[in-house]
């Protein structure tokens, strides 16, 4: 029997279309260990004043990409901890229908690969949607995301020698031996080296007062290649060493 069907009226309610451009802009690739510009640019086109407006602009990561390597400041760099975040989050206000704002963000990474850079604008508008009726207000959202790739600036190789250049493996105690760099600039950007050190460990010394650093205020292009070269000797102990530790070779640059 027709009385036994039942009528559920449904309404389906789409979002209204957010009239404004949105841009990630930024010149990749970005730098291992680098402070990375970008910049999100809006750029409304709506119909009347607009209201709420709020940006957000951060990494989008997944649910077991917690790492602590990958973080953003907002508007400048800074040496504070607690300025770093996954994402910056600003409450712009109110703006007029045909305005435009940027915002701009540091990327920081130490881990090279490629990550999600994500921004989200949202606002309120009011639109007349029948005379009889009215305004009502809308709620609109519009996201884009862009890859970062992230490379390291340099590759930088090891190799001991004799006080001839011989190369060698090992070393015999008391003997002086040379310790020396290769680096090679990989980045398609140039790069200022401000200095080089090396943290030697306690079973190593330098063998000759050896300058502390021997490459300071180079500018490389991509591809080039400098060297430095120390003296150093593992001095005699009581205690026989099979090996030692030569220590940590750290590299201070900029562009």
């Not at 510009?37 to 709420?52: C, D, G």
């Not at 975040?85 to 940027?102: A, F, N, P």
């Not at 300058?211 to 205690?239: H, M, Y």
Request: one cysteine or more; aromatic letters at 8%; glycine letters at 4%.
């Amino acid at each position: 029997s027709w009385s036994r069907f039942v009528v559920y009226p449904q309404t389906a309610i789409n979002a209204r279309t957010p009239l404004v451009d949105l841009a990630i802009v930024h010149s990749p690739p970005a730098l291992h260990g680098e402070n990375y510009p970008l910049k999100a640019v809006a750029t409304f086109h709506e119909i009347a004043e607009i209201t709420e407006v709020k940006l957000l602009l951060g990494l989008r990561e997944s649910a077991t990409d917690s790492s602590s390597a990958h973080y953003v400041y907002l508007d400048e760099p800074t040496a504070d901890s607690s300025a770093r975040r996954k994402y910056v989050s600003v409450d712009v206000g109110s703006l007029d229908k045909d305005s435009t704002i940027e915002r701009r963000v540091f990327f920081h990474s130490d881990i090279d690969g490629v990550k999600t850079m994500a921004a989200r604008i949202t606002y309120d508008v009011q639109v007349l949607v029948d005379p009889a009726i009215g305004y009502v207000t809308c709620s609109c959202k519009k996201e884009v995301s862009s890859p970062i790739e992230i490379i390291s600036p340099f590759s930088i190789g090891l190799t001991m020698t004799t006080l001839k250049f011989e190369t060698i493996n090992k070393v015999n105690a008391g003997e002086p031996f040379l310790l020396l760099t290769d680096v090679r600039c990989i980045s398609p950007w140039p790069i200022t080296i401000d200095f080089t050190s090396y943290d030697l460990s306690s079973l190593v010394q330098k063998s000759s007062k050896n300058a502390d650093s021997q490459l300071e205020e180079l500018t490389l292009e991509k591809n080039d290649v400098i060297s430095e070269c120390q003296s150093l000797l593992v001095p005699f102990t009581k205690k026989a060493t099979r090996a030692a530790p030569l220590g940590t070779y750290s590299l201070t640059w900029h562009r």
